[in-house]
């Protein structure tokens, strides 16, 4: 089940919740949906990577647990705060994805370890909280006219 308010408010933070799951389509749907087409496929798969981890190593898949994603939408900023009920994890105050990806990622058979990087790629800022179970994304909107950004 997805908990959804309607209508949505775009001035404040919305809020959706749902039991762990990796069926993550119409999840994904309706967080990218404000977001502009040319940007949606990277988006699409940084957040789910993040909802993938939140599901998998946060709420070991468990039904019974909740992940809840708030997201805004500014005119100079898309925002997500990602919450699992997992018990968290330290993590690090580092991220080696940006300066040498090549010796970052796991061999090419392995089937976990590029989560990580590909958040790091996709999003200007990437942070979990102490506990490590609640993670806050955004994407910048990058202006080419910078009197564009004094309007908004």
Sequence with gaps: MIAIPFPWNKSKWNTISFAS???LRPILDLLIVQIPPSWQPEVRLGLQEALVNAA???NKLDPSKTIVVEFHV?????SWIITDEGIGFA???QCCCHSMIEESLPPDESENGRGLCILYEVFDFVHWDRQ???LTLYKQVKH????KQLVS
């Design 144 to 147: 080419s006219n910078p009197k």
């Design 132 to 134: 490590g179970n609640q």
């Design 74 to 78: 500014t005119p100079t900023k898309y």
């Design 91 to 93: 993590p690090q105050s």
């Design 56 to 58: 998998k190593h946060g």
């Design 21 to 23: 799951t990796l069926y």
